[in-house]
């Protein structure tokens, strides 16, 4: 149990243009979604937090309008970069905490390659 | 704040040999620690993690860890390292009072030679 889907795997587009990323607890509700960016060779990131219902919460440094996040209901929180540009290339990966089970562990998804041309 | 400190970019071992893989962290309150494994184009999967109790963590694929409060580390270990270990290697901290997220260190590569 406790598997975290990310959809898709890989996009490619045009500068300007926005992207939307999905992320799906399959077999849990979660009550929180965190959501990383990881640049090659380098740890992960955190962008920021989503709760169920609310707005997230953004870390330092993250433009919340240029990274849209909704956290619509418990199995599902998307990340829309909008007017994407070459720098917004990278690796993004959300992760989840179950509503019934521990706070303190996270499951991640499998990871969306960014790449804008 | 909470950080978290990896000193090896890179660790080799050879295959049956025993691997550590070293990781050190600062809260400000107790912490709960993680380290998590990350393949290719792969998001992380978790291996264990230290909440309270034994000091001595065991987790996925016979992996574990050992929680020393007075060194304030929490180092990775296997007894027989295999080919299939090979990975990226990420100790994570959070912070059971004042944190709500995780920091993740920079995270090792591990590569076992046959």
């Known amino acids: 149990g406790a598997v975290v889907s990310q959809h898709p795997s890989r996009v490619i587009c045009k500068s300007g243009t926005s992207v939307k990323i999905e992320c799906r607890s399959l077999?849990?509700?979660?009550?929180?979604m965190f959501w990383y960016r990881q640049f090659p060779k380098q740890s992960l990131m955190l962008m920021a937090t989503?709760?169920?219902?609310?707005?997230?919460?953004?870390e330092q440094g993250v433009e919340k309008d240029k990274f849209l996040i909704n956290h619509a209901s418990l199995t599902l929180s998307t990340l829309t970069v909008t007017s994407a540009h070459p720098e917004d290339s990278s690796f993004y990966i959300c992760s989840a905490i179950r509503k019934r089970g521990s706070p303190d562990t996270q499951y991640f998804g499998p990871g969306t390659r960014l790449t804008v041309l | 704040a909470q950080s978290v400190a990896q000193p090896e970019d890179q660790v080799n071992v050879a295959e049956g040999n025993p691997l550590t893989v070293k990781c050190t962290y600062s809260v400000s309150g107790n912490p709960y620690l993680f380290w998590y494994v990350q393949y290719p184009n792969r998001g992380l999967q978790f291996l264990l993690k230290y909440i309270t109790g034994d000091n001595l963590v065991k987790g996925s694929y016979g992996f574990e860890a050992e929680f020393n409060k007075s060194q304030t580390s929490f180092h990775l270990k296997k007894p027989s390292a295999l080919v299939s270990d090979s990975a990226l290697y990420f100790c994570a901290v959070r912070d059971k009072v004042y944190g709500q997220n995780f920091v993740f260190g920079p995270g090792t590569r591990l590569s076992v030679l046959p």
């Open positions: 077999d849990f509700q979660a009550t929180t």
């Open positions: 989503s709760n169920e219902g609310s707005k997230a919460t953004y």
